[in-house]
């Protein structure tokens, strides 16, 4: 029993009263649990699947193929920050689990102790009856703590136990993501090639077209000169969304690296935004618009350049693919082109799982925001959370 005593009070007192410390370690709330967040992204991914399913029998397919890519890469989005979040909650209850291995193992011991001890020597004491009181008492009060203690121990090595299972997993499930985003890519692009019936306010000239970009140095220029791409007169718009000014969301889910005016490594400073984007993301018309132009053009790559309402032309550079045409008056939320880069493997995502967010958007979109033919700040139209989304 005295042996039994010292090494409680021995294991209280290297703890600082560990016990009471240890006990407030509870798991993740509900709504912070990695497994539960990893288990919604695969949840979501299955949705988009079905979903991919049922859009082949849509009425616009367009509109549906594209709700299915969106979905695919929100799936995949909520998947990687779930993996993340696994690994990081596995890695704290390991370093916890190793920082009390020495506790552990003394109240093991004492578990043992006392569990072998035969009952005639548990009631003996040195100090008589009124010893073995006390101490009785004593027990009586840390056996609960200690039986507390055993169970959160059994409860974080079970979560340990359920996040590797999740990470052994989710390979299968990332695979099944990444083919269905690739397989809903290629049939949105075959959709919107036959694609008929959207309103028209110009043809395109190819030759006037072609003229224009060999003499435009700038983009401004080449704004300026919108008018001369088409054939014949370039119908009047009425459109308004000044309504909308502000809390427009990004034509592409991302993060913005370097606002309006602010200097690159270079030294170069651009009256836009460039976001960060992941590869072959989805990038949409953020409002309702005529396309006024799409291809190659200076060295921002591929463009599209939208007119929401007269006199203002929102500008995309830096896509790999472009869809539309010219003229073209197109709802908002239509695609109009894909980010470049390739597909991650499945080992390079769940290698992202314990990095911070952001890590995977390896592509950049550049936003420029035209009134009246000069630059204005895209956050004067543009909406942004606390990332930057």
Same mark, same amino acid.
């Given at each position: ?36 967040? &990893?288990?919604?992204? /695969?949840?979501? %991914?299955?949705?988009? #699947?079905? *979903? =991919? $399913?049922?859009?082949?029998? @849509?009425?616009? !397919? ?69 010893? &073995?009181?006390?101490? /009785?008492?004593? %027990?009586?009060?840390? #056996?609960? *703590? =200690? $039986?507390?203690?055993?169970? @959160?121990?059994? !409860? ?73 791409? /088409? ?7 009425? *459109? ?150």
């Amino acid at each position: 029993m005295i042996r039994t005593a010292a090494i409680l009070s021995g294991f209280l007192c290297r703890a600082g009263l560990g016990l009471a410390l240890l006990m407030g370690l509870t798991p993740a709330q509900a709504a912070d649990n990695p497994a539960r967040a &990893a288990q919604a992204a /695969a949840d979501q %991914l299955e949705a988009a #699947t079905i *979903a =991919l $399913q049922e859009a082949e029998s @849509a009425r616009d !397919r367009v509109a549906a193929l594209t709700e299915t890519v969106r979905a695919y890469e929100a799936g995949l989005a909520a998947m990687r920050d779930g993996l993340r979040r696994v690994a990081q909650r596995e890695s704290q209850l390991a370093a916890q689990l190793a920082a009390r291995e020495d506790d552990v193992a003394d109240l093991l011991g004492v578990l043992q102790m006392i569990e072998t001890s035969p009952p005639p020597v548990l009631m003996l004491h040195p100090s008589g009856p009124l010893g &073995a009181a006390r101490s /009785a008492m004593t %027990l009586a009060e840390v #056996t609960p *703590a =200690l $039986q507390s203690r055993a169970t @959160a121990l059994k !409860r974080d090595l079970q979560e340990v136990q359920t996040l590797r299972v999740l990470q052994q997993s989710a390979a299968n499930t990332l695979q099944d993501g990444l083919n269905g985003v690739q397989d809903a890519r290629v049939q949105l692009s075959a959709a919107i090639a036959d694609r008929t019936g959207l309103p028209r306010r110009f043809t395109q000239d190819p030759v006037r077209t072609a003229i224009l970009i060999s003499s435009t140095e700038t983009l401004s220029g080449f704004a300026s000169g919108l008018a001369e791409i /088409a054939e014949g007169e370039i119908s009047k718009s009425d *459109a308004d969304i000044s309504t909308l000014r502000g809390d427009i969301a990004l034509p592409v889910e991302g993060l913005v690296l370097r606002g309006y005016g602010e200097k690159d490594a270079a030294g170069i400073a651009r009256p836009g935004w460039l976001v960060a984007a992941r590869p072959r993301a989805l990038v949409v018309s953020p409002t309702a618009a005529t396309i006024r132009y799409q291809g190659p053009l200076l060295d921002l790559g591929n463009v599209v350049i939208l007119e929401p309402q007269p006199e203002t032309l929102f500008v995309l550079s830096g896509l790999a693919e472009v869809y539309g045409s010219a003229g073209e008056v197109i709802p908002a939320g239509t695609p109009v082109g894909l980010m470049g880069g390739d597909s991650p493997e499945i080992g390079a995502i769940l290698s992202l799982s314990g990095e911070g967010a952001g890590t995977d958007r390896t592509e950049t979109l550049y936003i420029e925001v035209r009134m009246d033919n000069s630059p204005v700040d895209p956050e004067t139209w543009f909406r942004t959370d606390k990332d930057g989304n």
